[in-house]
């Protein structure tokens, strides 16, 4: 079948009071633009009449319903819906009102117009707003939460779930997404590489029918999701700052372990046992922490090598201030810079040691390939209209 112009996807769970307003809005929206349309309900087994209610609606309006019985998740279930659409836009939005269908159009031309990747229907920006019982506490979680995402974007409503981009943008990247929780929006901006994102100002309205979803829980989860995506954007600048931090505490317990082991051995001894037990708590503060993407690679393997790194490093670190103290004249006034000099060539030299021969046998892994094709398995395509 030929490509359709746009992709509504609605991921919902427990939502069949809001779907009979949604759907007729919708396709009057789209219908009124001028706009060929598709509306994809991916639900997660709510078993609550969603399979009988849009088997009705599928009559008179073009609703497709997915229903996954093998997984559950907003952002799971975005991706199984952009996995079988077939418009050459995408957009996904909230099935309970609080996004106004009415905006569809409108972030679709954004979109169609050529000068922008990414659409947002946003809360902040001129002509926004939300309601005004939304509570301060609400409106404080969503700013901070914003806040938060800055470095990795600079849109005014990065936590939106009102927003599209073309299916070819998807397409690209699909072997990178690997999301937590809700902000689904957030990882494709960032991981389908989009600058030029544009916002359309929506009033965000309270839902009108049912609970809302936010929990701890998921507060939580976006945590763990923002870090997953600084890892993506900044992953080389973390792994050093990592490898830094676990160097730094590898100091501290050389210091430490060096002062216990003078009260049992001769110096030169207590060094050599203070140096060991430094290089073994560093090998594994990195192993579980800056590289952990590789701690189940085999342990010794890892260990010896890194051993061999840390002497490397060391060697170069020797090498670096002996040969600058001996070539440069104002090393006898600043014995410093040698010395600074050496600690940075070696921390550098083993830092790219780590990286790609100790802990670069297992190349980070995203699980975006099992999310966006879990749905497949055991859920069940219903009501093509």
């Known amino acids: ?12 769970f427990r939502e069949v009071e809001n779907l ?23 639900d997660d087994n709510s078993r609550d009449g969603t399979e009988e209610l849009c088997q009705r609606l599928s009559q008179q309006h073009p609703v497709k319903l997915l229903v996954r019985t093998d997984e559950r998740g907003l952002s799971s279930a975005v991706l199984a819906g ?3 659409a077939r418009g050459e836009v995408l957009i996904v939005m909230d099935a309970d009102l609080s996004h106004p269908p009415e905006k569809v159009p409108e972030l679709y031309a954004a979109l169609q ?23 301060w506490f609400r409106w404080l979680n969503s700013k901070v939460a914003t806040l938060l995402a800055w470095p990795l ?19 690209e990247h699909v072997g990178t997404f690997d999301p937590i929780g809700y902000k689904i929006g957030l990882e494709l901006l960032v ?60 100091m501290l317990v050389d210091l430490g372990c060096f002062l216990a082991a003078l009260s049992l051995f001769p110096p030169a001894v207590a060094r050599g046992v203070a140096i060991w037990v430094a290089m ?35 060697a170069v670190n020797w090498g670096a201030s002996v040969g600058i103290w001996n070539t440069w004249p104002g ?36 699980t975006d390939a099992k999310s966006d094709t879990s749905s497949k398995p055991r859920s069940q395509m219903l009501n093509a209209a």
């Open 113 to 135: 117009s050529g000068t922008h990747d990414f659409v947002i229907g946003s809360r902040y920006v001129k002509g926004g707003g939300t309601s005004d019982d939304w509570g």
């Open 153 to 171: 974007t600079s849109v005014s409503d990065p936590m939106a779930g009102f927003f599209g981009l073309t299916r070819q943008a998807y397409l």
């Open 331 to 366: 090393s006898q006034s600043m014995p410093w810079v040698p010395a600074l000099a050496g600690v940075i060539a070696g921390t550098g030299f083993n830092y790219v040691l780590c990286r790609k021969w100790v802990f670069g046998g297992n190349k980070p892994q995203s």
């Open 280 to 314: 073994t708590w560093n090998f594994g503060g990195n192993r579980m922490l800056t590289f952990r993407h590789a701690r189940h690679d085999d342990f010794w393997t890892q260990y010896v090598q890194y051993c061999l790194s840390c002497l490397l490093g060391a």
């Open 20 to 42: 009979p307003v949604l759907i007729p809005r919708l396709d009057a929206a789209t219908t009124q633009a001028g706009i060929a349309c598709e509306i994809l309900v991916i």
């Open 1 to 12: 079948m030929p490509p359709l112009q746009l992709s509504i996807i609605v991921p919902t």
């Open 82 to 84: 952009m996995k079988i």
């Open 191 to 250: 991981k389908c590489g989009c600058r030029q994102p544009t916002e359309v100002p929506i009033f965000f309205a309270d839902r009108l029918h049912g609970e809302s979803k936010l929990s701890l829980k998921e507060q939580l989860n976006y945590l763990r999701h923002l870090h997953r995506l600084y890892e993506f954007r900044y992953r080389e600048l973390l792994y050093f700052t990592k490898f830094a931090a676990v160097g730094a505490s590898g």
